[in-house]
């Protein structure tokens, strides 16, 4: 008998994928174009281990491919879609922001209320 996965707790294990400082950074850079493994150091600055490890649960997801270059691996986004994720992340944390942003003031304009 076939086991199949509800769509929600796929969905949760994708995000449970994604819940990593240095895997989202590595899809962040990846957006403009595939970088090899060099390039990624440089620019996140961790120990080539610990990115290693990252690059890999996203190469096992197939949401990242690396192919080889001689003796350089370069890895790129596996689809745009991954890109339009991002981009709707950024702009949920922006509006959630906003509205902490609007609360903040009002509880400060309250609080300078209050005081007189």
């Not at 949760?12 to 240095?22: D, I, K």
Request: aromatic content about 4%; glycine content about 6%.
């Amino acid at each position: 008998m076939k086991s199949t996965v509800p769509l929600y707790q796929a969905k949760a294990e994708f995000f449970r994928m994604l819940g990593h400082p240095v895997r989202i950074r590595v899809l962040e850079l990846l957006q403009d174009g595939p970088l090899p493994v060099r390039d990624l150091l440089s620019d996140i600055g961790i120990e080539p281990s610990s990115l290693s490890q990252q690059l890999a649960v996203l190469r096992r997801s197939g949401i990242v491919t690396a192919t080889r270059e001689g003796t350089t691996v370069i890895y790129a986004l596996a689809g745009g879609d991954v890109a339009d994720l991002l981009l709707a992340a950024r702009r949920i944390l922006t509006e959630m922001l906003a509205g902490q942003s609007e609360l903040l003031a009002e509880l400060t304009t309250t609080d300078v209320r209050d005081a007189s």
